[in-house]
């Protein structure tokens, strides 16, 4: 049973750029979120997909946007990198199951991007 | 949305039980209290969630006092590797997917030989 898979999993771009990143959900999970962190902290919240479209959004730039597409997977996708983008962007997949017990997040390995 | 506060470290050496507590003085009803774990260069690993009482699986136990404002997160017999950051968040069920999880700084154990 495949976990939550991100692709690539480095990436080096410069300031100005856009850049995507992918991942594709644990099996059986239908609901995508996406977190940045930077080193020595915290992942914090960007955003999360379900049944295609953004349900909620954390404190970040309209420069950070998302795709989630019909077989569940997701892109993250942010323009005009800054400097401050350098981070490992994670995402994590779970089962939104309306009225049953709270189904915890699982997370992929993310993707390292630096900029230059 | 309910902040936590955890210690920033914690010490300790193989074979000992480590216990790890959590403040979250605004909990909210509908939260579930969910404790991860961190390698460096991986994703975070969940580890246990509870909402009251004591939950235990089989790598760790969670005891949340019942008026939740705390947890406590207990390894037993911790072993070299069990050094990792630990997150504990609070968050509701929004879907039954937790929504908006609020990550803190963690706290860094280092277990020694």
């Known amino acids: 049973d495949a976990g939550v898979t991100q692709s690539p999993t480095h990436l080096i771009k410069t300031r100005g750029q856009q850049v995507t990143l992918r991942c594709s959900p644990k099996s059986g999970h239908d609901t995508v979120s996406w977190y940045q962190q930077a080193l020595g902290q915290g992942p914090q919240f960007i955003f999360q997909?379900?049944?295609?479209?953004?349900?909620q959004r954390g404190n970040f730039p309209d420069r950070f946007s998302g795709h989630q597409f019909p077989n569940y997977s997701s892109e993250l996708n942010v323009n005009a990198l800054l400097l401050g983008d350098s981070a490992l962007y994670l995402c994590?997949?779970?089962?939104?199951?309306?009225?049953?017990?709270?189904?915890?997040?699982?997370f992929g390995d993310g993707t390292r991007l630096s900029i230059l | 949305l309910a902040k936590t506060t955890q210690p920033i470290s914690m010490d300790s050496y193989e074979g000992q039980e480590v216990n790890i507590t959590c403040s979250h003085n605004?909990?909210?009803?509908?939260?579930?209290i969910t404790w991860y774990q961190q390698f460096p260069s991986q994703g975070p690993r969940f580890i246990i969630q509870?909402?009251?009482t004591k939950v235990t699986n089989e790598v760790a136990s969670l005891f949340i006092p019942a008026d939740r404002k705390s947890s406590t997160l207990s390894l037993p017999r911790v072993s070299l590797s069990d050094t990792a950051v630990y997150y504990c968040?609070?968050?509701?069920?929004?879907?039954?997917?937790?929504?908006?999880?609020?990550f803190g700084k963690g706290t860094k154990l280092s277990v020694k030989p």
């Open positions: 994590a997949s779970s089962l939104a199951g309306w009225g049953t017990d709270n189904q915890p997040q699982h």
């Open positions: 509870g909402y009251k």
């Open positions: 997909y379900y049944e295609e479209e953004e349900r």
């Open positions: 968040l609070v968050g509701d069920g929004y879907g039954g997917s937790q929504g908006n999880l609020i």
């Open positions: 605004n909990i909210a009803t509908n939260d579930y």
